[in-house]
């Protein structure tokens, strides 16, 4: 292939990966307006693509609280929804999604504080030439602390097997 044939090609993949990815988001909104409808609540589904996957967020107006109960404890609720709207966007498109779901902007301040949590972490590791290993998390929140450790210079890795599977920061 030329160096034209090949950049059109990537072109051609990119825009690809786009259309499924923004497929998925329509699927799970239709989906998600649906539980909505159910469960007599009131909110507004955006949808975005960020990197190699879909993501839709159910905001409310205002402070509405009525929304919190989606989320849960921790987000133990909003967990199994994400994997309930997966599911609902596999058996349409017959493939595996990667979707993120977010609710009340939960996952959106739950991701700040564990980028701020990394960096702590990291600078903790910096300072005192010692390995610092975090509580158990979620596989959402390992990724989230392992890109901000990467942030920071360091490296890190995951230990433990699930639901007690941690993040260890490496120093230097």
Known sequence: MTEGTTAAAETSSA?????????EGDIA???LEGLLD?????GDIDMDV??????????GEGNDRSLQRLVGQ????????QELTRLAVHRETGER???MLDIA??????????????????????????????RPMTPFERKVVHDAVAAAGLSSESEGEEPQRCVVVLPR
């Open 38 to 42: 159910i469960a007599d609540l009131d």
């Open 50 to 59: 960020e990197g190699d996957r879909a993501l839709v967020s159910i905001v």
């Open 74 to 81: 921790d987000g133990e609720v909003l967990e199994a929804l």
């Open 97 to 99: 999604s990667r979707l």
């Open 105 to 134: 902007g939960f996952r959106a301040r739950k991701r700040a504080e564990l980028a701020e949590l990394g960096a702590k972490a990291a600078e903790q590791a910096k300072s005192t030439g010692e390995q610092v290993k975090l």
């Open 15 to 23: 825009d690809t990966l786009d259309a499924r990815l923004e497929q």
């Open 29 to 31: 909104a239709d989906y």
